[in-house]
Structure formats: C-alpha cells, structure tokens
C-alpha cells in the first residue's frame, strides 16, 4: 500500500453544542486514535466550550466565523488549515458518534489503496453517508467554489467517473445524533 497522508476535518458548527458534547467527545475520540494524519476541529457559534473540551488534545481548533454561511464555509475554514502535505482530507461530521477507529481506518485504507478517485464515499446497503474523502487536488476547487449548505455535494457530479463507494460494515455512517433522545443515549455508547 501507498504511504499516504488524510486529515480530518471535524465540523462541529450549528448542531454541535453543550447538550451534544457527550456526542462531540465520542467522535474527537475515535478520529485521534484512527490513522488520520491530522485532526482539525472546525467550530462555529459554540466556539468556546468547543475549544475548551480540546485543551490538551491532539487537535487544531479553527473557529469558521462565517458559519452562517452554511456547511461549505466551514469545510473550507478546515482547508485553510490543512497540512499542506495532505492527499486527502476527511470531511467528518462531531455528531457521528457510531462512527469507530476501525471505521475510519477501513476509509483511510480504500484512500491509500486508490488511483482513480478523487472522491471517497462510505455507503450502507447503497445509501451514502460520512465521513467523505476528498482528494487534495480538489482544493482549488472547493476553496473557489460559492458557499452554501450543501457542503461538497456539486462535486458528486463534476467528478462521478471518480467516486469510490466504499460498502461498509455497519450503518454508522448513515447515523447522526442531532435529537435530544440520541444525545443522552450517546454517553452509553
């Protein structure tokens, strides 16, 4: 396999807040121990208690002060402070607490092991889900690319030739913990 290096970009902007942290610590949790080459944790309106629960953690914090722009500002705050090194980069989601290190690292492995995509995709009985994988050289792109809600969704389009759906073991990847019922659960995960 090719050595090669992922960060994660962690967004953790509208939905992430006190009554979520439980979630948020599970997911910075299981990114530091997977095989990502980085952690960048994006915050948006509830910059502080975010920062303050990665005091000490392996994690580069970056406050996206146009989150209300929507999804693809803070995706591209992450960018703005990616290794510059990075193949790829992970968009990851802090309220994806099923997620696991064994997860992630079944995606960085499928990143290493590409020639052609550009666009890595987790799926679960054919539904797609997060984290994406996105390669480095689209970048530019993204960086140019007007903001929205969306997120990367427009390059599913540009670049369908180049998409690898990766067919996961479990539907983590299809589960984000945004009502209140999940969040209280989450601590027992």
């Not at 960060?7 to 009554?19: H, M, P, Q, Y």
């Not at 580069?60 to 990616?82: D, Q």
């Not at 969704?153 to 019922?181: G, K």
């Amino acid at each position: 396999m090719v050595k090669i290096k992922v960060s994660s970009i962690l967004l953790c902007t509208e939905s992430t807040n006190k009554s979520t942290m439980p979630v948020f610590k599970i997911a910075v949790n299981e990114l530091l121990n997977s095989h990502f080459h980085e952690v960048i944790a994006v915050t948006g309106p509830h910059r502080v208690p975010m920062e303050q629960e990665l005091k000490g953690l392996h994690v580069k914090s970056v406050h996206n002060k146009f989150y209300e722009r929507g999804l693809h500002s803070s995706i591209k705050a992450g960018l703005m402070n990616i290794d510059l090194d990075s193949d790829f980069f992970a968009i990851c989601l802090a309220n994806q607490p099923l997620l696991k290190r064994k997860d992630y690292n079944q995606l960085i492995a499928a990143a290493k092991s590409t020639n052609e995509a550009l666009i890595i995709c987790p799926t679960y009985q054919g539904k797609r889900g997060y984290p994406l994988f996105i390669s480095s050289l689209l970048i530019p792109e993204i960086l140019d690319h007007e903001d929205t809600n969306l997120g990367c969704s427009y390059l599913f389009e540009r670049y369908s030739n180049n998409v690898s759906l990766v067919e996961m073991d479990t539907d983590a990847c299809l589960f984000a913990a945004d009502l209140p019922e999940l969040v209280e659960n989450a601590a027992h995960l």
